[in-house]
């Protein structure tokens, strides 16, 4: 088992940043890649991005390419998403996932969830 704590959602500003983090504890080891979604009231939840532990290679949606940034402690277990520019379109409780097996923009590649952390980006 894998366990998963968001934290680091607030409310912002229009043009202003937050840092999102997700401690993983238990079972690290067996996780290949973290995933951050989303998922606004009213809407399905959609990928956002996502980081291999190792090589810390990551993908991003289109929708946060460019503002949006992963970072990862392995030491730590912690991976974080750093979010620039944030709109009020980005206004959305914000999980972060892990996989044994790949990294995926789909969520059912991902085997364990956080809670989520709600992100609120006022106009």
């Known amino acids: 088992q894998v366990q998963l704590v968001e934290s680091g959602g607030g409310l912002v500003r229009a043009g202003g940043s937050l840092r999102l983090s997700c401690a993983a504890s238990?079972?690290?080891?067996?996780?290949?890649?973290m995933g951050w979604f989303r998922q606004a009231p009213g809407k399905e939840r959609e990928f956002v991005s996502t980081?291999?532990?190792?090589?810390?290679?990551?993908y991003y949606a289109d929708s946060v390419r460019g503002r949006f940034t992963n970072s990862r402690d392995n030491a730590k277990n912690t991976v974080y998403l750093q979010m620039d520019s944030l709109q009020p379109e980005d206004t959305a409780v914000y999980y972060c996932?892990?996989?044994?097996?790949?990294?995926?923009?789909?969520?059912?590649?991902?085997?364990?969830w956080g809670r989520g952390t709600q992100v609120t980006v006022s106009s």
């Open positions: 996932a892990a996989s044994t097996t790949g990294s995926y923009t789909r969520s059912s590649g991902y085997d364990y």
């Open positions: 980081i291999r532990w190792i090589g810390g290679s990551s």
């Open positions: 238990g079972r690290t080891i067996s996780s290949y890649a």
